[in-house]
């Protein structure tokens, strides 16, 4: 358990370190992407107002956006009851998450005899944003 | 990378043969909780339509409102873009996912100075449901 401030314990160990963070879109309600933050993200995020994770696969801080100019603005932090999980309310720029165009990482549906099925359609081109 | 029926390859493999599920109320947009699903959960959610987790603590599978009989009834699962996190879009019966009464698990904000807040008000009484 990790004391974050005065009053505030939150479990960073249950997953080595880090936490889980949910980013939901301040507007339209929807949930955008699920990430993680060490307690060094979770201080620059508080800080700076905008979304810092931590990227599992470059083992380093990860400021949302940064390339594609998608940034997330955190309106709210909340946490969850057992002190294991963070919400992120933000404003989303560019009004998609996923480095896909999509404006949800979530916009692959699962049907019950196992098939998936895209919903919803990108908004931007993921190669005039990362120019690949 | 676990091949769950003809199309789907959801990788329960970076959390230890577990995926973090996040459950939202499909009326609301509230996000509710962060819960795991092994294999055996994700099929029976699928299968009954209710949704199933993995209890961490338990170690064993969790019928969402089986004590409370606030369960959830599963209307869509989502998957991300990386598939390794699930989204569910549920009817929340009794109106609260939280042991605590709260219709949500987030219930606490973080403020900047790192303390925490309180926000919104219990639906019911955890001793009138637990018994404890």
Not at 52 to 67: D, H, N, P
Request: hydrophobic share 35%.
């Amino acid at each position: 358990m990790h004391g974050f401030g005065r009053e505030i314990v939150i479990d960073f160990e249950k997953c080595g370190g880090l936490i889980p963070v949910i980013a939901q879109d301040v507007n339209s309600g929807d949930v955008l992407m699920l990430a993680y933050m060490n307690v060094e993200a979770l201080e620059q995020t508080l800080k700076t107002g905008k979304a810092t994770y931590y990227s599992r696969s470059r083992k380093a801080l990860w400021v949302k956006g940064e390339t594609s100019g998608n940034e997330q603005e955190v309106r709210e932090v909340l946490l969850d009851c057992d002190g294991d999980t963070l919400l992120l309310r933000v404003v989303q720029r560019g009004g998609a998450a996923c480095h896909t165009g999509h404006a949800s990482c979530f916009h692959r549906r699962v049907a019950e005899d196992g098939s998936l099925e895209t919903v919803g359609v990108p908004l931007f081109d993921p190669k005039d944003v990362y120019g690949k």
